[in-house]
């Protein structure tokens, strides 16, 4: 079917209707071919007309010249109860100049379910009066997949929202950039976003969407928190939620879920780009031990196509808890100390070892050698050797970032700072600039802190740095693996800082391949100092730095035997013991230089 323009009025349009239709089926898709070629070859769209309702619901909308070829589009029509006609119109203003032809269409998966004899098992669910036998997950998911209402009978209000009515028992999250905003229809930008919601299918229905256009930014989050829930064994807690990600610039959506109020929470799933013009059912299964809550978290892309939208939440085998979340302290890394110390009489140079209240020096705090029975002279320092597998940072920290949380007029989020990270979590094409495997267990699910260069600006910099260590051996020397892949890598720095006063020890610059590369730094005797890790961001997002398997080899201090030193061993001026093999090595391994004596 094609047009042809009959004179030369302004305004012409010509439509092309379809037969009316009594109801749709859930799953009920359109497809059709079409062809819109020419210079001025005008606007086209696919209306949607439900009898009872004045409004018309655009389905589809072609704006331009697509090029000499015949083109695919799949509209999602969903559960349509009411009898329905689809309208084709076609718009010209002024001159027409092309051709506008459409083909094969065909409807899919448009019929309601059909009824069967026995509907058996806990998995199934019997329809009322069609008598369909239909999945269990379907249940209480605020569509009609029986097609008579009866699987969407005796649900608790409390436990799903369409959006309908406002955000049900949902909240805004007060400590992110953007909220959600509710809407019917359309979004504002066009190429983006629903045309119309879920529950409705039509723009009378409301949904939410992040918008992505300005004044909002590239990683501007935007939250939504549900309400509390109660501990849910082995996944017997479901959420089932429709999300819709249309647009080239459409970035991130993730689902999170956190036991502790004041955290980000752990990540159960997440999407990434362009899905498509169409709403997308997602099913996810919550374990918890302890009461939790549900976060669903969008992020803005890089541009104005990046609309997100989501609706008809619901959960099924969940229970509602009435009490509150834990928050947890947040203290200064390897600054903490119990609120009580056990009875000690210790002076302000030593330190107190939390079980006993033995008193040692403080020199031997953080020393890589554990002086008291319950090693707490060690519990809040660098780790010796960190995998980040626990997806903890081993006691290394970021000064800048905790000055920051301290100051509620700054926001944290879009600068350049190091993360934990996994290639499990890496959306398409970021593998080519971040680690798509771990060092320690060359998976995709192992992890590695890394310096996320999509945040901050050329020349930035991120440190991580360990608390005060205060005493190594002469043999201490930092081993570590480093990633370094992309375009626009910058630097990755190893810095030595004691006071006032910081010295590069190790640099490395721009890309050094796809792999990860071993690094060692000798540290040797040095007393109350810090390391620091340093990245400098390049020009662009396409090149993270990434540090794994850190480890401090052989840093604990010499040790003054109880015993005179063997013949195998040379005796130090200071009386420690070495082996006679590190004599005149030019390495400093008394810590007083008399093993390197030219009198020796």
């Not at 669910?125 to 008598?131: L, P, R, Y």
């Not at 949904?207 to 509390?228: R, T």
Request: hydrophobic share 30%.
């Amino acid at each position: 079917m094609f047009i042809l323009k009959k004179n030369s009025s302004i305004s012409q349009i010509a439509q092309l209707r379809s037969p009316k239709f009594r109801q749709t089926g859930s799953n009920c898709t359109l497809s059709f071919w079409y062809y819109n070629y020419g210079q001025s070859v005008g606007a086209a769209e696919m209306q949607l007309l439900i009898d009872g309702l004045r409004q018309h619901t655009v389905l589809w909308r072609a704006y331009y010249n697509e090029g000499n070829q015949w083109l695919k589009a799949v509209i999602q029509l969903g559960r349509l109860p009411r009898p329905f006609q689809l309208s084709l119109d076609k718009i010209s203003l002024g001159f027409y100049d092309g051709v506008s032809a459409i083909d094969d269409i065909t409807f899919e998966n448009c019929a309601l379910p059909p009824p069967a004899l026995k509907c058996e098992g806990p998995a199934h669910f019997w329809c009322k009066d069609t008598k369909a036998c239909i999945d269990r997950l379907l249940v209480c998911d605020l569509v009609d997949n029986c097609g008579d209402g009866s699987d969407e009978e005796n649900c608790n209000p409390d436990l799903q929202c369409n959006f309908e009515n406002g955000l049900c028992n949902w909240e805004q999250d007060g400590g992110d950039d953007i909220d959600w905003i509710r809407i019917q229809g359309p979004t504002p930008t066009v190429n983006t976003g629903p045309l119309k919601d879920h529950t409705t299918g039509t723009v009378r229905g409301h949904y939410l969407y992040m918008e992505s256009s300005e004044p909002h930014q590239f990683q501007d989050k935007a939250i939504l928190l549900s309400p509390l829930f109660h501990p849910s064994a082995n996944g017997t807690c479901i959420f089932r939620f429709h999300y819709h990600m249309f647009g080239k610039e459409v970035y991130k959506l993730s689902v999170l879920q956190r036991t502790v109020s004041n955290t980000k929470g752990r990540l159960l799933w997440y999407k990434f780009g362009n899905q498509g013009n169409r709403w997308i059912r997602q099913t996810l299964y919550i374990s918890s031990f302890k009461p939790f809550q549900i976060l669903v978290k969008g992020i803005v892309g890089d541009g104005f196509t990046g609309d997100i939208g989501l609706d008809d939440v619901s959960f099924l085998g969940c229970t509602l808890y009435n009490g509150n979340l834990p928050t947890t302290s947040t203290t200064t890394s390897g600054t903490s100390v119990p609120a009580t110390l056990p009875m000690n009489d210790c002076t302000e140079e030593e330190f107190v070892c939390r079980a006993s209240g033995h008193c040692i020096p403080m020199i031997q705090k953080c020393d890589f050698k554990p002086d008291c029975s319950d090693k707490s002279d060690e519990s809040s320092c660098v780790r010796e050797v960190c995998d980040f597998e626990d997806k903890s940072q081993c006691g290394w920290y970021q000064p800048a970032l905790e000055q920051m949380s301290g100051n509620y007029s700054i926001h944290p989020t879009n600068i350049f700072k190091w993360e934990l990270g996994r290639g499990a979590n890496l959306y398409p094409e970021q593998e080519k600039h971040c680690p798509l495997i771990d060092h320690t267990t060359s998976r995709e699910e192992g992890w590695y802190l890394f310096a996320d260069s999509s945040n901050g600006e050329f020349g930035h910099t991120a440190d991580i740095t360990t608390p005060v260590i205060s005493l190594t051996g002469p043999k201490c020397k930092i081993k570590f693996w480093n990633h370094m892949n992309g375009s626009t890598i910058g630097s990755l720095e190893v810095l030595y800082k004691s006071g006032n006063k910081t010295s590069k020890l190790w640099t490395q610059s721009g890309s050094q391949g796809p792999q990860w590369n071993r690094a060692e730094v000798f540290l040797g005797i040095r007393s109350n100092f810090q390391i620091v890790f340093r990245a400098k961001r390049g020009v662009s997002y396409m090149g993270d730095v990434s540090v794994d398997d850190i480890t401090f080899e052989d840093c604990s201090p010499l040790l003054i035997p109880d015993r005179p030193c063997t013949s195998e061993e040379f005796t130090c001026a200071n009386k420690y013991c070495i082996p006679k093999d590190n004599l005149c090595d030019f390495v400093n391994d008394c810590a007083d230089n008399s093993d390197e004596s030219p009198t020796i």
